[in-house]
């Protein structure tokens, strides 16, 4: 979410004592002027652009009246966009500062998925990221996600993810492991996992099987 910086209470109270001096005559003449710059930071100069371009549309509005929802609407509309701070610098500017996402993995139509939950197209290569495959939602990926990154098992050591039609997951390590995981209690499995590579550590195994309940079937 947004965070609006400003000092909305002194300002309220410097206006409220500025139209208090003043009679009705002048009352009906006053006016404040309208957003006539905005500054964008945080991603590529193009996007930083573009961003500041689309913001525009505010600037028939003065800093009192910036339709908040509109902004965020902006802003969102780029999938690089992590979250955001909007500071108003009066009397007729606003600086927003961004925080661009992180790409997690790769999927196999050569999208990314970022840490803010949104698939990304980009032409920029990025090298080391898993790649994910299978017919899965960002909801799915996240919650096992999760779950990796509470055990001891490293997200980085993935080569390869796959989430199959069963509902469950296969990991490919970067050594060339095949972990095939159960459809459910995967922190048990992943506990089970740990403390049997910890006393498999020298062996040269090739499938590591954690389908059965409390058990490990190997492939060497």
Excluded: C, H
Aim: net charge positive; proline share 3%.
């Amino acid at each position: 979410m947004p965070q609006f910086k400003n000092k909305k209470v002194l300002i309220y109270i410097f206006l409220f004592l500025m139209i208090g001096t003043i009679n009705n005559k002048n009352l009906a003449n006053l006016s404040f002027p309208n957003l006539n710059n905005i500054i964008v930071s945080g991603l590529d100069e193009k996007s930083n652009l573009d961003i500041a371009r689309k913001l525009n549309v505010l600037k028939v509005n003065n800093l009192f009246f910036i339709d908040r929802s509109k902004i965020n609407k902006i802003i969102n509309s780029n999938n690089f966009v992590e979250k955001f701070t909007i500071y108003k610098i009066y009397p007729s500017s606003i600086e927003v500062k961004i925080e661009k996402t992180r790409l997690i993995i790769k999927t196999a139509d050569d999208n990314y998925i970022g840490s803010n939950g949104k698939f990304i197209k980009t032409n920029e290569q990025i090298n080391n990221l898993p790649i994910i495959f299978g017919d899965f939602n960002v909801s799915d990926f996240f919650f096992f996600k999760e779950i990796v990154d509470k055990s001891n098992f490293k997200f980085e050591n993935i080569d390869k993810l796959t989430f199959l039609p069963s509902k469950r997951w296969n990991i490919e390590t970067k050594n060339g492991v095949l972990i095939k995981l159960p459809k459910e209690k995967l922190i048990e499995s992943f506990e089970l996992l740990d403390v049997f590579i910890k006393e498999k550590k020298n062996e040269n195994l090739k499938i590591i099987d954690l389908r059965q309940n409390s058990q490990v079937v190997v492939d060497g």
